[in-house]
């Protein structure tokens, strides 16, 4: 019998009823067509699981019994922020959703010079809240219990130029290093990912400019969504769990 995950943003108090959101409901009852009594696991980001029983479950409310606590934690001893530069159509989605597979802390979308999405203020906020719960249904999937911190769609120039003890990396399929000869802090990494079309030339050279190391993942060209996804694995196999 298989057990949803259900992500819950509050406290998950053992013995006690807890009312699921309005999108975990709709999951369960109208997706997964659950009926009461059903097991559940809970998570709220406080890196434990919650064992649960499906109490009540309606197209308006779903409501939970929280059984026990459980200290389970899958998340990397490598801390990877992602600053991704935002890509239009799916491929921003994609690479939101492997970054938390995969097992990144942080992401923040980078506003680039050839960045091909303009939005207003608000609209930007929605497209946030968008990716927020396409990480929250990663971690749903993948078993994470702890959600990865989603910034804000920051200029380039401003998170480059940020302090951070994180060892600075960006793909350059022509630098003389590979992945397998760094030296990773304790901190980890902040990885800097170019959108499609890649960064321009005055870009470069503020990433060279503000400390950022070159690596290559081979001489071939990889689209913006492959690099992320391929150098975050590369990260995880050489530093981290996988």
Not at 210 to 216: H, I, L, N, P, Y
Request: aromatic share 4%; net charge neutral.
């Amino acid at each position: 019998m298989r057990i949803p995950r259900i992500y819950h943003p509050d406290l998950l108090p053992t013995d006690e009823e807890v009312v699921l959101t309005a999108d975990a409901s709709n999951h369960l009852s109208n997706v997964l067509r659950l009926k009461e009594n059903h097991p559940l696991i809970l998570f709220n980001g406080d890196n434990n699981e919650y064992s649960a029983t499906l109490i009540r479950a309606d197209k308006r409310k779903a409501v939970a019994r929280v059984d026990a606590k459980l200290s389970l934690s899958v998340e990397s001893p490598l801390t990877i922020h992602l600053g991704q530069g935002v890509s239009r159509g799916d491929r921003m989605d994609l690479v939101m959703q492997k970054a938390v597979e995969l097992g990144v802390s942080e992401i923040t979308p980078l506003l680039t010079e050839r960045c091909g999405v303009k939005l207003s203020e608000d609209r930007w906020q929605k497209k946030h809240q968008q990716w927020q719960k396409m990480i929250i249904s990663a971690c749903e999937q993948c078993g994470r219990n702890t959600l990865p911190v989603l910034n804000m769609p920051t200029p380039f120039s401003s998170w480059i130029g940020q302090s951070t003890s994180q060892m600075r990396l960006t793909l350059q399929p022509k630098s003389e290093h590979g992945i397998r000869h760094l030296s990773i802090p304790q901190e980890g990494v902040r990885l800097l990912i170019g959108p499609e079309g890649g960064f321009s030339e005055n870009e470069v050279y503020a990433t060279t400019e503000a400390g950022f190391q070159t690596v290559k993942m081979g001489p071939r060209v990889l689209r913006t969504e492959t690099a992320a996804i391929a150098a975050i694995s590369a990260l995880q196999a050489m530093y981290g769990d996988v």
